[in-house]
């Protein structure tokens, strides 16, 4: 089946900092990605659709400033969170849609911690 | 974004008894999907039923859709312990693209 690549699952840093996560479509060319973000034992929230070659569309209420996403090939899409705060800590998951089949493609997630 | 309910928000069963989830929504769908997780990692998808279809399996999964009381159920059938998991479903609207997640059942299953 379709596979999406999230890097990196876990990473630390500093408050202030920018924090680069990666997604990629491996197998299918991805036009949509979107991305979410989970807080512990909560649902997903989406936060923004990241088109190919065009902006991100931002759900209500997420900081497009802060969390600034890329999606410069059709297999590959970024999220940056700038200046990352510990209020920023959470679980970032992207996934990808294979028109083929309908379906949503999960990368594994990145944990991100604040300090 | 607007969510799916789902209830119950947490189940807990003995091994080889069966587990049903329930989500309920508030849009008209093109269709709605049943996705996994395991604690900390990405989803899984399990099955997709389309608006016009009222019920699928797959293996020992079943999900049934009723348009009319904009509401869905997964069922699992003999459950084991590795069916240990947080259960999603999700949906996208009629017109629309974008999938939007239902609260989730966690599931426990007891050896």
């Known amino acids: 089946g379709a596979v999406v690549s999230q890097h990196p699952s876990w990473v630390i840093c500093k408050s202030g900092t920018s924090v680069k996560i990666e997604c990629r479509s491996l197998d299918f060319q991805a036009t949509t990605m979107f991305w979410y973000r989970q807080f512990p034992k909560q649902s997903l929230m989406l936060m923004a659709t990241s088109n190919e070659g065009s902006k991100a569309t931002y759900e209500q209420g997420v900081e497009k400033d802060k969390f600034l996403i890329n999606h410069a090939s059709l297999t590959l899409s970024t999220l940056t969170v700038t200046s990352a705060h510990p209020e920023d800590s959470s679980f970032y998951i992207c996934?990808?849609?294979?028109?083929?089949?309908?379906?949503?493609?999960f990368g594994s997630g990145t944990q991100l911690s604040v300090l | 974004s607007q969510q799916g309910e789902e209830d119950p928000q947490a189940l807990s069963i003995q091994e080889g008894e069966n587990a049903t989830m329930n989500c309920s929504y508030k849009t008209s769908i093109n269709n709605l999907q049943w996705y996994r997780q395991n604690s900390g990692r990405g989803l899984v998808h399990l099955i997709l039923i389309r608006s016009n279809e009222r019920e699928k399996h797959s293996g020992r999964l079943r999900v049934t859709l009723d348009t009319s009381k904009k509401s869905s159920s997964l069922l699992i059938t003999a459950s084991r312990a590795a069916d240990t998991a947080s259960y999603f479903c999700a949906m996208v609207s009629t017109g629309g693209f974008k999938t939007i997640f239902g609260a989730g059942t966690r599931l426990f299953v007891k050896a």
């Open positions: 996934s990808a849609r294979d028109r083929r089949v309908e379906k949503l493609f």
